[in-house]
Every structure is written in C-alpha cells, then in structure tokens.
C-alpha cells in the first residue's frame, strides 16, 4: 500500500485544501498522436530505400531512431505505396466507410417518403369509402363534388 507523504507547505487540516489528497498534484498534458503528412510519409520510404541500397549495416535502423518510427510503420508505408502509389500514403479518414453514398441515402428517403404518402392515400381512400357507405345506410344524400370521377 503506497505511503501517504503530505504536502510540505499545505498542513493536514487547512480546509481550503479539501479538494486536494495530500499527495502532489501534477498536471501533464497528453502526447498528441503523431500524423505524417503524405509528402512526409514518402520522404522516409525514399529516404529507407536509398539506406537499404548503401549497403551500410543499420542504416535504415538508424533512418528509424532518427525518425522515431517504428519498422512497422516503414513497411505499411511500402505496402500502401505499392499498393496505391503515392496517392494511398494520404490520411483517410478515421471509422467506418459509409455503405451508401449521398444519391443512394436521399433515394432511399425519397423511397420512404413515398411509402408513407401511399399509406395515408389508402387511408383516406377507406376513410371516403366508408363516409360513402355510411350516407346510403342513413339514406343522407351526398354532397356533389365539382369534380366527377
């Protein structure tokens, strides 16, 4: 169980200091993941390969420290521009690829829009049929439309 050690300057009891447990508080701001732009990204592949071709026994290893990359990055960086060229060195962006593009998604909404205006015509088609039976069982004559069907 680790040690509670106070706060030099700070006693124990000091109810301004109620929010702090007594151990030193520091503050360190995370470490922003690094990007390499493609241009970057292809400047080190070119830079592995001209080292690979020197024949200089840990050269590329020392392209790597100097780098502060990892191999694994150098040989998906290779495969991508084998791959794709330098186009597939660019950043994707992050997460699922949408399955439906924008044509497809305002088809699709226009496809359901429809549904739901074919349902409320049904509807009000039974909705007619059922005021046109109602009036011959009462025997009430129906209104003339302007509109003959």
Known sequence: MPKHTPIPDSPEGDPSRD?????????VAPKRRRRFSASEKLRIVKAADAALASGERGAVAALLRKEGIYSSHLS?????????GSEGL???????????????????????????LERKLRV?????????KAHEILGLALPESDEKS
């Open 76 to 84: 998906a960086w290779r495969q991508q521009l084998a791959d794709h």
């Open 124 to 132: 009000a088609n039974s909705l007619i049929d059922l005021q046109k």
């Open 19 to 27: 929010d702090v447990s007594g151990a030193s508080v520091e503050t």
């Open 90 to 116: 660019k950043a994707k962006k992050p997460g699922r690829k949408p399955k439906r593009d924008a044509k497809d998604r305002e088809l699709a909404a226009l496809k359901k829009k429809n549904a739901e």
